[in-house]
């Protein structure tokens, strides 16, 4: 039962340590994962999730495909549930549930059951309702994350999935070694600058403080593999700050959004190495003109200034989600306190029971 008495702020700085235990024990949270694949021929995933959960399917999707060389749907929870899903083949389904009470990822799960599909759960609660409902657990241990906004558990999410698709590739030698070893030295590169970004991205909001907190509206603008990033970092900003957020892909934003674009509206751009950078950048110089509120957030040194965030980020092609997720789990928790908000506590704790959202 959650009494909602940690620190958003504490969880997002104990992500390193956490995550760098997921990856120690890749090889031993993979065996079940690796064992369907070796007993059968999986030709889709499913992946899914409802909130957070989704979002960090989005942010693995494209490397599942890479690495297992298998089709990968992400559907939003009730999509699958009411949608008539052509799965190819055997077809594997994950729900992700960190609480193991999300009643539309259980739902999900049953909807892949009634397919006979193969199902697995991934969470971090081992005797939570989620668990009746699948053929096998992933256990994300992450420890304890009492609070209402999650920070950590998304990251160990990540990173959990993109273990079971390394090691499970390795052992399908659908990567060769060199490539295996080459993606694990990127993502251990990247988990060891977490607490880094976390401190810099602290020392960027006090220099922006008096403009950040004022924000009633903001827009994330992003593209490529960090969509999922995209969405969680909007979900976030929203839950903890309580002010109209959201999020546009680089070339939607370019389909009938600038138009809302006043001195009013903040945007935050999540410039990672991309061909579509500098399209960002003209995007950015555009909007120049109609506020002055632009932030953006990237590891190109030329763009250094008080209000743009930049940092030395490892820039991996495949997991530079992990570290673009930080700074707007850090100022979504800066924000909300600036504003007088404790982001650790729902605004309704009776939120889930009274909608029947998750098992409680």
Known sequence: ?????????????ESEKVALKVFSNRKELSSDFINV???NEIETIVLTGAGTSNYSAQGVRTFFEKVLKVSVLVPLTNHFIDGDYMVKGKGLFIGISATGSSASTINALDKANSLGMITMALTNELESEVVKHCDKTIFLDHGIEDVSPKSKSFICELVTLLCCALETARELKTITNIEYEEYTAELNKTILNLTTIAIKSDEWFKRNELDLKQCERMILVGYGKNYG???????KILECGRFQT????????????????????????????SKYYQRMIQLKNYL???????YLITSQMDEETEKNLVIDFVESEEFSMIEYIV???????????????????????YF???????FI
Not at 1 to 13: E, N, P, S
Not at 333 to 346: D, L
């Open 1 to 13: 039962m959650k009494t909602f008495l940690g620190d958003m702020h504490d969880y997002i700085y």
């Open 37 to 39: 694949f070796k007993t």
């Open 229 to 235: 990033i995209l969405q969680e970092g909007a979900l």
């Open 246 to 273: 959201c999020f546009y892909e680089l070339e939607e934003f370019m389909h009938g959004i600038y138009h809302s674009i006043d001195e009013n509206c903040y945007l935050l751009y999540l410039g990672d190495k």
């Open 288 to 294: 120049g003109e109609f506020t002055s509120h632009q």
């Open 327 to 349: 700074p707007c789990q850090i100022l979504a928790y800066r924000i909300a306190i600036s504003k007088g908000i404790n982001p650790n506590k729902p605004s309704d704790p």
């Open 352 to 358: 889930h029971k009274k909608m029947n959202s998750k």
